[in-house]
Each structure stands twice: as structure tokens, then as C-alpha cells.
């Protein structure tokens, strides 16, 4: 009687075991997964405000569309709202795509194989939006002169401290970019990390 009385203790801890076992890995898949998804919570929540910003800059740009009295004006103002309309909505859409990966399902490869994917999208979307920028403001700074101002660079003769004003975005905006491409880096790299600890 008394090895049965073992035997049923023994098979009862060894299930409870296993169900410990099991509950903390779903515990651990859970916090992986939160931890994931907060790594792009605060890029949205960047990529939000700027897109926000964007929109504002976009409908002033369409309300006063009809300042751009030139063909060469109206171009730079289709070039810059495209830029403000077309670059956040791509950004914005890869990123929830990236963050809404459910890295608890499926299989690992498969997992890193999205992840990665998507990823260098949101990446390769970063150096192409930091490059139409800096080309950028040779369409973008005479639709705001012109609008705002209502003067038309291409036909004014800009003084030495315009040069230098403009000089200094470009320095000011290389700066920028380049912190901000680090930390897109630093946590797509930071996430992977933790596709990977999943292995």
C-alpha cells in the first residue's frame, strides 16, 4: 500500500511540475512579447507626433497651393506634399507591422524571418526618408518662402546670411538624422535580441 501511496504522489508532483513548468513559460513568452512590443512604443509614439506634424504642414501647404503661381512652384509643392503625406503613412504602417508581430506564435524562423523583413523595410524607409529631406529642402524652403512670404527664391538673390542660416539646417539636420537612425538601430537590434533569446 505504501509504494502505491508513492507512486500517486510521485505521478501528482510530477504533474504539477509540468504544469509549473508550463505556466512560467507562458509567463516568460508574455513578458518577451510585452517587452518586445515596447521596444517600438516609443518609435510610434515619435513617429505619431511627426507624422501629426507633417499633416498640419501638408494642409497649410493645400490651403495655400494656390500661392505656387509658377510650374516649377507648383512642382515643389506636389514634391513637398507628397513627402509630408506619402513618407509618414509608409513609416507608420511598417512600424505597426513590425510591432503587431506575435513573436509567441509560430516557429522561430519564421518569427525572425518577418522580424527581419520588416525591419530592414522600416530601416531602408529611414535612409530614404533622411535623404529626401536633405533634398528636400531645395523643394520644401521655396513653397514655405513663397507661401509665406510670398517671395520666390529661384528669382531672388540670397544674402550671406541666408547661406549660412541654410548651411546650418543642413549641419543641424545631419545631426539630427544620424542620433535618430542610431536609436532605430539600437532597438530594432534591442527586439531581435530578444526574437533570438527565444531560440
Not at 520666390?152 to 539630427?176: D, M, P, R, S
Request: glycine fraction near 4%; charged fraction near 20%; proline fraction near 1%.
Amino acid at each position: 500500500m505504501e509504494i502505491e501511496e508513492l507512486q500517486s504522489a510521485w505521478v501528482q508532483m510530477s504533474q504539477e511540475l509540468d504544469h509549473q513548468k508550463k505556466l512560467t513559460n507562458e509567463i516568460i513568452l508574455d513578458m518577451t512579447k510585452q517587452k518586445y512590443q515596447n521596444k517600438f512604443n516609443i518609435l510610434t509614439k515619435y513617429e505619431t507626433v511627426g507624422a501629426f506634424v507633417c499633416f498640419i504642414v501638408a494642409f497649410f501647404v493645400l490651403l495655400n497651393f494656390g500661392k505656387l503661381d509658377t510650374w516649377y512652384l507648383k512642382i515643389c509643392g506636389i514634391l513637398t506634399l507628397s513627402f509630408l503625406i506619402v513618407l509618414p503613412v509608409l513609416v507608420l504602417s511598417t512600424l505597426k507591422k513590425i510591432k503587431n508581430i506575435d513573436i509567441t506564435k509560430g516557429s522561430y524562423k519564421e518569427n525572425l524571418k518577418v522580424y527581419l523583413r520588416t525591419k530592414n523595410r522600416l530601416l531602408k524607409l529611414q535612409q530614404v526618408g533622411m535623404a529626401i529631406g536633405f533634398v528636400g529642402l531645395l523643394f520644401i524652403v521655396p513653397v514655405t518662402s513663397k507661401i509665406i512670404s510670398n517671395k520666390n527664391v529661384f528669382l531672388t538673390n540670397l544674402k550671406v546670411e541666408q547661406y549660412v542660416i541654410f548651411a546650418t539646417t543642413l549641419v543641424a539636420l545631419a545631426f539630427f538624422c544620424k542620433w535618430a537612425y542610431k536609436g532605430y538601430l539600437k532597438i530594432t537590434q534591442s527586439a531581435q535580441d530578444l526574437i533570438k533569446d527565444l531560440e
